[in-house]
């Protein structure tokens, strides 16, 4: 398999800019991969496909706003700075991207707010636009975070070209998130309401949470015409012995395993025994899954609606065949199918 196998012509008016009204009213493309039908429902039919003890697998890692404005001293320059991770505590030093970044030199301090309470200065290059960042701020370390989130705004991925709105906030979250880290929303997720979500546990359907904070290399573009040669970015993960014993008791009684987006099958797959079931884990994964591959947990997947040429089409063609998965995405474009990360979305059984 090579990167043009996975390119495809996507009109740009299909990229979501918003999300649907309601959140379990985004269309659901249903691929049957045994019988190879495609169906057309909404996400609140999701329902249907499902039977008790059968198991949802949920990334429940939590977006926090990680985008910033500030000033470079002297000039004023406004430039973004965007958190990836953070390196050190006590230090407060981040690993963060820089736009423009051709400004910004080791050495360079940044002014964060009205009051320029909060500062920054470069301590390192990275990658081209990559920089460390060390925040300087008179208080403890909870006022700290606290004034980041207060600074920062919802992450909205780059193709979306409004303003942040308030709702995104609330929008670009899923209602199950719980554990803070991610800089990109697990997007096929955005999809559950409460009201379905409760209806699936009074269904008897099984919850199971894993934790994958998603990176910014997610969404990195393939540089490579070889596959096996493209690098992920490593994401920190964590699958805990609840989930596990869910998740593995599914597979004994051989219910329908679920996940729910790419990073839940990324981290379900990053942990596999050799016996072919779940292991507990905490740390990094860089997996990553492009066809032909055989998955060991997981028998049917929510995903969104993927660009061309990125490693989320890549993993979902893996598990659905690359013919049928080519044919699906022609009928969405066909459909007028909303594309990405605000989009609809695609349960394959």
Known sequence: MKLSNFNFKLPPELLAEYPSPNRDEARLMVLNRKEETIEHKMFKDLIDYFDEDDVLVLNNTKVFPARLYGNKEKTGARIEVFLLRELNPETRLWDVLVDPARKIRIGNKLYFGDDETLV??????????????????????????????????????????????????????????????????????????????????????????????????????????????????????????????????????KRRICAVGTTAMRALESSVSSNHTLNEFQGWTNKFIFPPYDFSIANAMVTNFHTPKSTLLMMVSAFAGHDFIKKAYEEAVKEKYRFYTYGDAMLII
Do not use: C, W
């Open 120 to 253: 920054a200065e470069v301590i390192d290059n990275t990658t081209s636009r990559g920089r460390t960042l060390r925040f300087l701020f008179d208080g403890s370390y909870e006022e700290f975070r606290n004034k980041l989130t207060e600074l920062g705004e919802t992450p909205l991925p780059k193709y979306i070209k409004r303003d942040v709105e308030p709702e995104d906030a609330d929008r670009y979250q899923t209602i199950f998130a719980k554990n803070e880290g991610a800089v990109a929303a697990p997007t096929a997720g955005l999809h559950f309401s409460k009201h379905l979500l409760k209806r699936l546990e009074i269904k008897g359907i099984n919850f199971a949470e894993v934790t994958l904070h998603v990176g910014l290399g997610t969404f990195s573009p393939v540089e490579v015409e070889d596959l096996s040669k493209h690098k992920m970015d490593s994401e920190e993960m964590e699958i805990g012995t609840n989930a596990v014993s869910i998740i593995n008791n599914g597979l004994k009684e």
